[in-house]
């Protein structure tokens, strides 16, 4: 997108240019032909390719039921966050949520009493914690390490001290890791 902004900037940018220093350059071109080419064709050429192309950069963000990604699940409870491991049956704790890194992950977020939210600023957008319904987000971690998470949604006195922690682990130890019940 700012790469096709630029090149439509500079490109109004020289025309702009070339009118101030050669005045009459344009003159050949009928003044309607600069807004049926200028003013429409080219917008909608423009328009439809960018508009096409974060439709599909979008969609390849968002979680899709069937792909083989690992899925971990988030549960909101005034005021803690209680993560399981569908994979694991075995593992789980409360306010760490444990994850390998470079690799998508997605979380199946619900709530125990009222809406919160899932919000882990550095790996993706907010999701609603719902009672009696599941929002999946997908999370990504570049490179192992811990990442803060918050309830992004008030929801009483505990609202503030809801946080949580996601820790990224190597992929290499992260299936050990968690064979060994995460605890
Ligand atoms: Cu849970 Cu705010």
New binding site residues.
């Given amino acids: 997108m700012l790469g096709g902004a630029t090149v439509l900037a500079l490109l109004v940018f020289a025309l702009l240019a070339l009118v101030y220093l050669r005045p009459g350059v344009g003159a050949r071109v009928r003044g309607r032909d600069w807004v049926v080419y200028g003013g429409l064709v080219m917008p909608v050429v423009v328009l439809t390719a960018l508009v096409g192309y974060a439709l599909f950069a979008g969609e390849r963000l968002l979680a899709h039921p069937d792909e083989n990604v690992p899925r971990v699940a988030a549960r909101?409870?005034?005021?803690v966050?209680r993560f399981s491991y569908p994979d694991h049956p075995g593992a789980g704790e409360t306010d760490v949520l444990h994850i390998p890194a470079g690799q998508a992950v997605d979380v199946l977020v619900t709530?125990s009493d009222?809406?919160?939210?899932f919000w882990v600023p550095r790996l993706a957008g907010k999701i609603d914690?719902i009672p009696g319904h599941e929002n999946v987000v997908r999370i990504k971690a570049d490179r192992p390490g811990a990442y803060n998470g918050?309830?992004?949604?008030?929801?009483?006195m505990?609202?503030?001290d809801?946080r949580f922690m996601v820790v990224a682990h190597d992929p290499a130890d992260y299936e050990a890791f968690m064979a060994g019940g995460a605890q």
């Fill in positions: 909101g409870e005034m005021w966050w709530s009222v809406v919160h939210s914690a918050v309830c992004a949604e008030f929801c009483g505990g609202h503030t809801m």
